[in-house]
């Protein structure tokens, strides 16, 4: 059975740092895009950042520029999100998804396995 798992959300204080883990099973990462997407409370889903895992073009979205690192590892078949200085606004639940596609854009419709999400929470 195809399906990816998140990992290693919690709670954080502002300016912290968590790395969240995508494991994906059923299927090689290597012919997929990966994307993180979050969900913040009475918010729309909103794209984070993505890998295409063939040749590792990566896309972010604005707010976490600079801040956010995806990587993946091919061998072990898992993507991370790198998530450094972060802020209360970053708070969500944060969804791994896969899809068979190439170009980047934060394209949910692109995506056809998801993660049941990991809750990231930052507060003081």
């Known amino acids: 059975q195809l399906h990816v798992v998140e990992s290693g959300g919690g709670l954080v204080q502002p300016g912290g740092s968590l790395r969240l883990s995508c494991a994906a099973s059923?299927?090689?990462?290597?012919?997929?895009?990966m994307g993180w997407f979050r969900q913040a409370p009475g918010k729309t889903r909103e794209g984070v950042s993505e890998?295409?895992?063939?040749?590792?073009?990566?896309y972010y979205a604005d707010s976490v520029k600079g801040r956010f690192t995806i990587s993946r590892d091919n061998a072990e078949n898992t993507v991370y999100l790198q998530m450094n200085s972060l802020k209360p606004e970053d708070t969500g639940v944060y969804y791994c998804?896969?899809?068979?596609?190439?170009?980047?854009?934060?394209?949910?419709?692109?995506?056809?396995?998801w993660g049941q999400g990991t809750q990231v929470t930052v507060s003081s």
């Open positions: 998804a896969a899809g068979n596609f190439y170009g980047l854009g934060f394209r949910e419709d692109q995506y056809k396995y």
């Open positions: 059923g299927f090689t990462l290597n012919y997929y895009v």
């Open positions: 890998i295409r895992s063939s040749d590792g073009t990566t």
